[in-house]
Each structure stands twice: as C-alpha cells, then as structure tokens.
C-alpha cells in the first residue's frame, strides 16, 4: 500500500473523454469512450515495482507448492495449490503482453482486464 499510495500522490491519474471522430447530422461525437491517464511519466517506476513484487510472489509461491507436493498430511491440497499457483503465472505469462497489445482497443482492452 506505501508503493500505491505514493504513485497516487506523485503521478495521480486524470479522467478523458477520447472523441473516435463519428458525428451526427448536429456535428455531436456519438462514439467516444473515457478513459484514466497519468499526465507524467513518472508512473512507470511505480508499476514496475508492483509487477515486480507481484511476479515474485507468484514465482515464491509456485516454488513452495513444488516443495510441499510430497508432504503427506490429512487434508493434503498442496497438489491442488500447486495447479492453481501454475495457472495464476501462465495467466500472468499471457495476460501481460495481451494487455500490451490491445492497449488502444477500449473494448478489448476493457474485456481482457475484466
């Protein structure tokens, strides 16, 4: 929460309304979508370290699972966490460049986030 709350004191972000250039007959935008936006560049240090933390947790909790497979108790899930933790990191594998990639797209954009 300290890396979220000082990305949103230095580099808050901004609400716009992005015109796509349709008209009516009355010269009013009937297509647009909104959209949030940092002004400055200042924001790419603060998404890089929550990646960052966010992958390496994923990663430290794969490796855990991995090391508990074999541990024999009464209610034994690790195998089943194990499956979950390699599913949340190819999602993670994909996801990010996918998102990368439709970043221009509001709908996609919007549909890959959800």
Not at 15 to 36: F, K, L, P
Request: net charge positive; glycine share 4%; charged share 15%.
């Amino acid at each position: 929460t300290i890396v979220l709350a000082t990305w949103t004191a230095v580099s808050p972000l901004r609400w716009t309304r992005i015109d796509r250039g349709n008209e009516d007959a009355y010269g009013r935008s009937t297509n647009s979508y909104g959209t949030c936006y940092a002004e400055t560049k200042e924001w790419a240090p603060y998404l890089s370290i929550i990646l960052a933390l966010n992958f390496s947790m994923v990663v430290l909790a794969n490796i855990q699972a991995y090391r508990a497979r074999k541990i024999t108790t009464e209610y034994a899930e690790s195998k089943y966490i194990g499956i979950i933790m390699v599913s949340i990191l190819q999602a993670c594998c994909i996801g990010l460049p996918l998102v990368a990639i439709v970043s221009d797209q509001p709908v996609a954009n919007f549909i890959l986030r959800s």
